[in-house]
């Protein structure tokens, strides 16, 4: 069991950078698969990245697909979504979540890209791109 948290938001222009930080407390966090995910008002949740307990693979949405970076630190049980070229429409809470890999799944390249597919969240990082 991991405990989340994300920091890292805040307001920012278009164009402008941010690198959100999501950081995990408990056991063995380089066994877990970890996705950032973001809500609009009025909007559903919706992925935005993942990465695979070992690093790889890597999955981004297409619409930050170029502009958005995911990577993981597993000695300081950190994830890091670093955010370039920001535009209004990116304004949204961002949510980091992470799964426990079984044992057998170890080995696989599978993407969790879906909300019921992660058991752990953290309460998230508001993030607002001004025009």
């Known amino acids: 069991q991991v405990q989340l948290v994300e920091s890292g938001g805040g307001l920012v222009q278009a164009g402008d950078s941010l690198t959100l930080s999501c950081l995990a407390s408990?056991?063995?966090?380089?066994?877990?698969?970890v996705g950032w995910f973001r809500q609009a008002p009025g909007r559903e949740r919706e992925i935005i990245a993942t990465?695979?307990?070992?690093?790889?693979?890597?999955y981004y949405k297409e619409s930050v697909e170029g502009r958005f970076t995911i990577a993981r630190d597993n000695a300081k049980n950190t994830v890091f979504l670093q955010m370039s070229t920001l535009k209004p429409e990116d304004t949204a809470v961002y949510y980091c979540?992470?799964?426990?890999?079984?044992?057998?799944?170890?080995?696989?390249?599978?993407?969790?890209?879906?909300?019921?597919?992660?058991?752990?969240w953290g309460r998230g990082t508001q993030v607002t791109v001004s025009s």
């Open positions: 408990g056991r063995a966090f380089n066994l877990y698969d």
């Open positions: 979540a992470a799964n426990r890999v079984k044992e057998t799944d170890l080995g696989s390249a599978y993407v969790r890209k879906s909300v019921s597919e992660y058991d752990y």
């Open positions: 990465i695979r307990w070992s690093g790889q693979p890597t």
